[in-house]
């Protein structure tokens, strides 16, 4: 056999060795404050993505959006499990990338008045009080602006908006404190009109829902190896089985995620919550609302 041959079968072999080497990568999520949290919720999805992948990762906790995006910047994180809004701000800052969507089913906003307000259409609330979710939020507070804007109500100027979490905005619903609330229709059915003893489902009515939004994602870092990162989303796509059990078995805030399937995603499909931060006031999104 010629040395050049030689040579180069081992130049190859070196290569797909050290592509299929286990690394060991640090891996935050957004929405999850503290380690015991992470371990607690998230530590059955990292052993089936560790199973999945060959890999090893560490929790890396972070106590916001902006943390986390610093990290990736400073590539002391390497992989984040985040949601849309966050998503376009983090790509903006830091050139990270989505790898593969956490696709959630039922995943839209909607507006909802008392079944018997004279209010029919998003219009009628011109100069309404209407209770949005915190602030920053892709379902509880960016669609339900757009969702607004796209029937002609600027809600930046033409609505008194207040900012809370779904159950107290549900409260102030039934009192009459507000006029409307703008909510992630599922989270806010689930986990508080359904469970609400003293009214019944039919004392509420949807004016008007936004289509599915964008799917929640892990993002990868920019210093990490392409490869890496597509042999990755490889062993997700083929193992998202045991993944997606890993995800949703621990019940709890995962439980929105009941139903969810993991697929390709492409940046375009985020352009609509781009626009949604065109919306609020915030065109560049280069930096967290509310942060």
Request: glycine letters at 8%; one cysteine or more.
């Amino acid at each position: 056999m010629r040395i050049s041959t030689i040579l180069a079968a081992a130049t190859l072999a070196l290569a797909t060795t050290g592509l299929a080497r286990a690394e060991n990568f640090k891996l935050a999520i957004t929405d999850v404050e503290g380690l015991e949290r992470l371990q607690t919720e998230w530590g059955p999805f990292k052993a089936a993505l560790e199973k999945a992948s060959g890999h090893t990762f560490e929790f890396f906790p972070v106590s916001n959006r902006t943390a986390a995006a610093e990290a990736l910047r400073a590539k002391r994180v390497d992989f984040v499990i985040t949601g849309p809004a966050e998503y376009v701000v983090i790509n903006k800052m830091t050139d990270a990338k989505s790898l593969i969507g956490l696709s959630r089913p039922d995943y839209f906003c909607a507006i909802v008045v008392k079944a018997d307000s004279p209010y029919v259409k998003p219009a009628d609330l011109a100069g309404k009080k209407v209770a949005l979710d915190d602030i920053g939020s892709t379902s509880g507070h960016l669609c339900p602006s757009q969702l607004l804007a796209d029937y002609g109500v600027d809600p930046k100027n033409e609505i008194e908006v207040t900012h809370t979490s779904r159950a107290v905005a549900h409260e102030a619903l039934k009192r009459g404190d507000v006029e409307a609330i703008g909510v992630n229709y599922t989270s806010w059915t689930r986990g508080v009109r359904d469970k609400d003893e003293s009214t019944p489902p039919g004392a509420f009515r949807v004016i008007a829902r936004s289509g599915d939004l964008p799917n929640d994602l892990l993002m990868v870092g920019a210093h990490v190896d392409p490869a890496v990162g597509e042999s990755i989303r490889t062993k997700m796509v083929e193992g998202k089985a045991a993944i997606i059990e890993g995800i949703v078995s621990v019940g709890g805030e995962n439980g929105k995620f009941t139903g969810m399937d993991i697929v390709e995603v492409d940046d375009e499909a985020y352009a609509p919550v781009r626009a949604m931060y065109t919306t609020i006031g915030y065109p560049q999104f280069s930096e967290f609302v509310g942060e």
